[in-house]
């Protein structure tokens, strides 16, 4: 057995409620490292056949929970969310920050594979091999913080009873969705604490389909046995050490971004992206850090860094709000994107979407593409259910993220995400609102643009990332740099929170996988073998797609037209995403991940990485007429 | 301070500033279980409501009730520590020094047959450590007085209500 490993995972049927053990061969394991691999892996195998014909939201799904070898030794611990994602139909491997990974591995799981649909509504407690599946009908339907305090308890009372000698039992890792994921809104969350979210992929969706409420585990032993703990404990001091020494990135976070972004790189989705530019001082930092964090660090399993605080507001209209930061990507989407710049109404708005259940970037996205449409006269307030839907009106958008996450009228046009939905609404308007919808093959752009050029991602990364607008995984070049999605594949991989390798040496992430698990992996290996195999088939599964929707890589391996307009203000006013230059750089990324001009994986490297089933499954693509 | 200090210690605790990193359990279970093993740690961090994260270790109480209530001997109080000792070999897992504990502190270990209770690693306290490298300062080590420390003895509970009355004021009735 490879090291570093529980060697087990959970599968838990919900159509039969039987629980089972699985393994996976160290074969698979050394190919496939856990997280996002292994969950590409896992699909492909068990799907990939019938992939296109699997609704992300039907009982035939296949809803993953896995962590990596790496999850709780390397500083931040996390777990990947994935399985048939509803907003892509490919495969998005979505993290989420907390203990339930570090908790799943101390149970003796390496993770959870949850398939079928329970009759009624059920939440699993797992406690070391004891594993059971118990009525959530008196969970369902409830809010973020709710659905916390209430399993939460029964869990340790459970314990307490159960186990009358062993002295105080600490709360159990809880991930749960909220209202949004119960009534399957493809913009929905799985989350941890009160404000943690795997949102990339739609995964709340998956796991209302399913009627399950929450997963809920208490380890007692130790993390699996590594092969070198000596130097495992010294790679996590240097990790610790390097983090320590960033004093602004653990003072703030990502919290300084909401004006940085704006004012700095120009950036930040302001309005629907009709502008990335603002110099809203009201947004500084400062006004966040002063005004409304109560709690300046907050951290999961083993972070040195703390980016998270937490916010209260504590006077006025918003009174009682609270979120954590909230962090920059909240305060773009739930903020400048719907022209709000006042820390206290973005704190609010970010407490109810927690509370809903629903994804802060999606949903922000979706309802900043409404707010357009209003601008502009496409949507009146009728077609909102009566809602003025003005830019900065907070309340405004409070109404209609409820509507969204109970599919409510608009609501519910609205909870199939940007994409579906500029097809529902120009339908019904007979109108083309498509040049609206700012995301990449129905998954919102995160807030980080390309038009000035300033910021990380470059002009095709997010067309031609495996997992679209999700800035968490952008396409870079070349495909072995620190810039290349075949990196972040890695980190969700071996599943810790990539906040904490900043700036270590470049080689360090690999040393440390070899001291947990004994195996020898560089990073040329990873990217010219590994990876590579794990992209053609999160590639692959994009490109099968299906039911509802499918991508044509000539019309949809693209930006949103709206970053091919100049930009309005600021200091790079006027700059623009340049056509030919996206082609270029698509044709460059295309042969380097070994695609042929259409953007499908060609046999040669198929075959090269022994992926002779998807190379045939890839045939039809290649004989349908050139695009 | 040196590191060693003649005389007992304490360790000084300010809650509040508690971010939840649980890098005092990864010590604390490195140095004397030899794997990261957060249950069997002697520090344990409680986040019963999500932000009230806080670490929950022995306080050496001035009279030690845990020790007086073991019907087998098998804790005692150091000398050089002030720290309540545990002889696992004598240890029946009775579970009596919990009871007798105001905060309900000592636990079981998760695999074996004894309880884990602080010993103060001898004087050099690892948890300390690792909370002042990272600048948190939740924990400090001090030289032992004279100050009626069974005060901070208090049930996980009871430490997350009134943090939370702090951190959330009025709101802390929905979530605790």
């Known amino acids: 057995m490879i090291l570093g490993y529980a060697g087990k995972f959970l599968e838990i049927n919900l159509s039969s409620e039987k629980v089972k053990e699985v393994s996976f061969d160290d074969e698979v394991l050394n190919d496939y490292v856990g997280g996002r691999s292994l969950a590409v892996k896992i699909l492909w195998d068990r799907l990939g056949s019938n992939w296109e014909n699997i609704d992300p939201l039907g009982s035939e799904n296949i809803l993953l929970f896995l962590t990596g070898p790496l999850t709780g030794y390397f500083p931040g611990g996390r777990i990947c969310v994935s399985g048939k994602s509803p907003q892509s139909n490919g495969v998005v491997g979505s993290t989420v920050g907390g203990e339930f990974g570090v908790e799943l591995r101390c149970a003796g799981y390496d993770g959870i594979i949850v398939i079928g649909e329970a009759k009624k509504p059920v939440y699993f407690f797992i406690k070391d091999s004891d594993v059971e599946i118990r009525d959530a009908g008196h969970v369902w339907g409830k809010d973020a913080k709710q659905t916390v305090r209430i399993i939460t308890k029964e869990c340790r009372d459970l314990l307490k009873k159960r186990f009358p000698l062993y002295g105080e039992w600490k709360e159990p890792a809880l991930l749960y969705i909220g209202p949004a994921g119960e009534n399957k809104v493809r913009t929905a969350v799985v989350a941890a604490k009160w404000a943690h979210a795997a949102g990339y992929g739609g995964y709340g969706g998956v796991m209302g389909s399913k009627r399950l409420k929450a997963i809920a585990v208490k380890g007692t032993g130790p993390l699996p046995p590594v092969a070198d703990i000596k130097k495992v404990e010294r790679l996590i001091k240097v990790v610790n050490d390097n983090a320590y020494e960033n004093e602004l990135w653990r003072r703030w976070g990502t919290g300084a971004g909401g004006y940085e972004f704006g004012a700095k790189t120009s950036s930040e989705p302001v309005r629907n992206w009709q502008d990335e530019w603002h110099d809203e001082k009201s947004f500084g930092v400062d006004q966040f850090e002063n005004k409304v964090w109560i709690k300046q660090s907050w951290s999961d399993f083993g972070c040195p860094t703390c980016c998270l605080k937490i916010a209260m507001v504590k006077n006025g209209k918003f009174k009682g709000a609270i979120t954590d930061n909230p962090d920059y990507e909240m305060q773009a989407y739930l903020g400048t994107n719907l022209g709000i710049f006042e820390p206290e109404e973005n704190v609010f708005l970010s407490s109810l979407i927690d509370d809903l259940g629903l994804c802060g970037i999606q949903t922000g996205n979706v309802m900043g593409f409404a707010a357009e449409l209003f601008q502009r006269g496409i949507l009146s307030a009728k077609d909102l259910d009566g809602i003025e839907l003005k830019w900065g009106d907070v309340e405004a958008f409070a109404a209609l993220a409820r509507k969204i996450a109970f599919r409510i009228g608009i609501g519910d046009t609205l909870a199939e995400g940007t994409y579906r939905a500029a097809l529902k609404i120009g339908k019904m308007k007979k109108t083309n609102v498509l040049q609206y919808a700012v995301q990449s093959k129905g998954i919102g752009i995160g807030a980080h643009g390309i038009r000035s050029g300033k910021d990380y991602p470059e002009i095709f990364s997010y067309a031609c990332s495996v997992q679209g607008g999700d800035h968490t995984s952008t396409a870079g070049l070349p495909l072995d740099s620190g810039g290349s999605e075949l990196m972040e594949i890695f980190n969700d991989s071996g599943v810790y929170c990539n906040f904490n390798s900043f700036g270590i040496p470049r080689n360090l992430k690999f040393e440390f996988y070899t001291a947990v698990t004994g195996l020898k992996l560089t990073r040329e290996e990873w990217c010219s073998s590994k990876a590579l195999k794990v992209l053609q088939l999160q590639r692959a599964m994009l490109l099968l797609g299906g039911p509802d929707l499918k991508w044509d890589p000539k019309i949809h391996d693209a930006n949103p037209p709206r970053f091919y307009e100049p930009l309005p203000s600021g200091p790079y006013k006027g700059k623009a995403a340049d056509k030919s230059a996206v082609d270029d750089y698509k044709r460059r990324y295309y042969k380097a991940a070994g695609w042929d001009e259409n953007g499908i994986p060609k046999s040669e490297i198929l075959r090269k990485l022994e992926l002779d089933d998807v190379d045939k499954a890839l045939e039809r693509f290649r004989r349908e007429k050139p695009l | ?176």
């Open chain 2, 1 to 176: 301070m040196p590191k060693k200090e003649k005389g007992p210690i304490w360790i000084a605790r300010e809650l509040s500033k508690c971010s939840g990193c649980r890098k005092c359990e990864i010590a604390c279970s490195l140095f004397h279980e030899k794997h990261i093993w957060p249950e069997a740690s002697r520090i344990r961090v409680f986040m019963l409501v999500p932000g009230v994260d806080f670490p929950h270790f022995c306080v050496q109480c001035e009279d030690y009730p845990c020790v007086q209530s073991c019907p087998v001997n098998a804790l005692s109080v150091s000398k050089e520590t002030g720290a309540v000792l545990v002889d696992n070999e004598t240890c029946i897992a009775c579970g009596k020094c919990i009871d007798a504990c105001p905060g309900r502190i000592p636990h079981m270990h998760p695999k074996e047959k004894r309880i884990l209770i602080c010993d103060l690693c001898d004087g050099d306290p690892q948890c300390v450590k690792v909370c002042r490298e990272g600048g948190w300062n939740v924990l400090k080590k001090v030289s032992r007085g004279d100050r009626p420390y069974k005060l901070y003895s208090r049930k996980p509970e009871e430490i997350t209500r009134s943090l939370a009355l702090k951190m959330y004021g009025e709101k802390v009735g929905e979530f605790v």
